[in-house]
């Protein structure tokens, strides 16, 4: 007589609740039809009918026999809507900064002697290269309000992210952010069609940015910890997105530049594209819940795994996400963009050349560090101590970037004049931000238990927050050095 199987739900001390394979024989071999536990977590015991015992076979066990009903990601579905959330998450934002220019204009454009709008200022990207201008108070000020209106909310709604968890249900979480960014930038691309006094419209804009970045404190944490759940793969996705998010800010920035389009004109339609990639974004969350049976959630297959004792801890996983971004926050783009070209002369590449060798050589090759995490990852998630270790060798890029031909300068002399050092120190700066975060942010929710994945994603969003914020107050100490 073939043994009798019986399943029931993890966590039942005794098997209060039985469920019983159906068995058939199939060829002179014994089978059972599992297709009914497939959606649960299910313990194998073993019945010895002689003594009545139970003998428990471990929850690996039913992994091994129902290697047919494994939740495949048929077409990639569910990886490229993670793609998308991610993209929504940042790309709103990359193109509320790149459009530093027409908040400036609307409070107050800079004049030249004559009081005249300069020609440079027409199109919606000011280059290094144009004059020097007077600006006014609130002109000013603007981007010290927009980076205080943008880090302190961002910090404090992380900080609440593990309250709110336990709180709001995920979907209102992640849906309620991302319609408020929508509604933040609807109401900006109305905005410039509407003619507002510039203290109104200073107070209102900060409003919106204060909104917005809570929001995206909220969606990204969220977001995270809903990939946390599921295997390191689908983290993968989130953070390409937002590295392409900003090679959509950049060319943006390129083809405007190139076009010479009108500032109004520029500024609505940057804006309504925005709004536009929030609703895919949103759409694409509505439908992930139709595809829950393709997930291949973690409890499911590494639910009774512990962690390799060899992984680091998440603390250290978290400091090295911060020690990243930090890194690279305190060069990028505040001395970065102040780098000039030494072969350009009076050709047009002395207009593209922050455009390009600084912005879109940042983006495309962090969205290629986050994107090469699909292909291979090293150090692997056991390697010990190597990851933080090349995390912390980063700190090298911040005196080579300072020592490029960065102006105005006072203390720093210039080592490496030529335009091809600073292009390709932003190469390897780039790509090893992109890169070693996504490893750093893959890892953390396995080295905890399934059920603290979630929380883990949270935490990991924290400190890259923390590292943000860090990095833009080292930024102001190492202009003044420079």
């Known amino acids: 007589m073939p043994e009798l199987f019986i399943f029931y739900p993890r966590g039942y001390g005794e098997p209060q609740k039985l469920l019983k394979a159906a068995m058939q024989q199939t060829g002179g071999v014994w089978t059972w039809n599992l297709e009914n536990l497939a959606s649960e977590i ?35 579905a569910v990886w490229l809507i993670f793609f998308m959330l991610g993209l929504g998450t940042l790309l709103p934002w990359n193109f509320f900064m790149t459009a530093t220019m027409y908040f400036k204009s609307r409070l107050g454009p800079p004049q030249n002697n004559s009081g005249a709008l300069t020609e440079e200022n027409r199109d919606l990207f000011a280059t290094t290269s ?14 010290n309000g927009m980076t205080i209106c943008a880090m302190l909310p961002l910090l404090v709604f992380t900080c609440l992210n593990s309250f709110l ?44 940015i204060v909104i917005i970045s809570s929001s995206g404190a909220i969606l990204q944490g969220s977001l995270f910890g809903l990939a946390g759940l599921l295997p390191a793969s689908y983290t993968v996705p989130i953070m390409s997105g937002q ?4 090679i959509f800010a950049a060319v943006a920035m390129i083809f405007t530049i190139a076009s010479g389009s009108e500032l109004e004109q520029s500024a609505f339609g940057y804006f309504i594209i925005a709004c536009g990639v929030t609703v895919i974004s949103i759409l694409c969350y509505l439908v992930l819940p139709h595809l829950e049976r393709t997930l291949p ?24 996400v911060c020690f990243i971004f930090i890194i690279t926050i305190c060069v990028f783009p505040s001395v ?5 070209s030494t072969i350009a002369g009076t050709s047009d590449w002395k207009n593209y050349f922050i455009p390009v060798s600084c912005f879109f050589t940042f983006n ?14 090293w150090p692997k998630k056991d390697s010990g101590w190597q990851l933080p270790a090349l995390v912390v060798a980063r700190i090298v890029f911040v005196p080579l970037l300072m020592l490029c031909n960065v102006h105005p300068r006072k203390n720093l002399p210039v080592i490496f004049h030529h335009d091809a050092w600073f292009i390709i120190f932003m190469m390897f700066f780039a790509f090893s931000n992109g890169y070693l975060a996504s490893l750093c942010m ?3 929710p396995k080295t905890v238990k399934p059920s603290e994945a979630e929380a883990a994603g949270t935490v990991m969003v924290f400190f890259l927050a923390l590292g943000l914020a860090l990095g833009s107050l080292s930024s102001l100490l190492l202009r003044v050095i420079v």
């Not at 144009?130 to 981007?143: E, G, V």
């Not at 952010?177 to 109305?190: G, H, K, P, Q, Y």
């Open 442 to 444: 893959c890892f953390a």
């Open 243 to 246: 590295g392409l998010a900003g």
């Open 336 to 340: 970065t963009a102040e780098v000039q």
């Open 42 to 76: 299910y313990s194998v015991v073993l019945r010895d009918p002689q003594t009545d015992r139970w003998k428990p076979r471990g929850a690996r066990s039913i992994t091994a026999m129902m290697p047919s009903h494994k939740p495949q990601d048929r077409y990639k």
């Open 297 to 320: 959630r973690v409890e499911k297959r590494e639910g009774c795994q512990r962690p390799a004792q060899r992984t680091p801890p998440i603390w250290v996983l978290a400091l090295s």
């Open 130 to 143: 144009s004059p020097p201008l007077k600006p006014n108070f609130l002109n000013s000020i603007f981007n």
């Open 364 to 377: 495309v090759f962090d969205c290629a560090g986050r994107s090469f995490t699909t292909l291979y990852m």
């Open 165 to 208: 968890h336990q709180r709001i249900p995920q979907a209102l979480r992640i849906l309620g952010s991302m319609v408020a960014i929508l509604l933040m930038f609807a109401l900006t691309a109305v905005l410039v069609k509407v003619d507002l006094d510039p203290i109104a419209f200073f107070t209102l804009t900060m409003i919106q």
